[in-house]
């Protein structure tokens, strides 16, 4: 399984971003997919998921700002990510569990200036 997440950068409080998360090595219709982000002193913590089914969950700090999507075509995962704030700010991973294990892609920075 291979995860690769891009669409990262810099960008002003109040502002947006999308990120992508290709998956390959899966049957990625049967995938429930998740965005997770990390910041200094933190542990990784769950943002969104989205199941096969397109079910979505949030964390509470997320709600309303954050939409994450899929693409079953594609192979892709989203977060839409809007009206950001600075403690939105860190390397955001997406993850799959398939088979029993978990897979990371490689993280991407997001950085909100205020």
């Known amino acids: 399984v291979q995860l690769q997440a891009s669409g990262g950068g810099l960008v002003q409080a109040g502002g947006s971003l999308r990120l992508s998360c290709a998956a390959r090595g899966l049957n990625f219709n049967l995938a429930t997919m998740d965005w997770y982000r990390q910041t200094p002193g933190k542990e990784r913590e769950l943002v969104a998921t989205i199941t096969p089914d397109g079910t979505t969950t949030y964390v509470d700090s997320t709600k309303g700002r954050f939409i994450i999507s899929r693409d079953n075509r594609r192979r892709l995962v989203y977060l839409q990510m809007n009206s950001l704030r600075p403690e939105d700010a860190g390397v955001y991973f997406c993850?799959?569990?398939?088979?029993?294990?978990?897979?990371w892609g490689q993280g991407t920075l997001v950085t909100v200036s205020s």
């Open positions: 993850k799959v569990k398939w088979r029993g294990l978990d897979w």
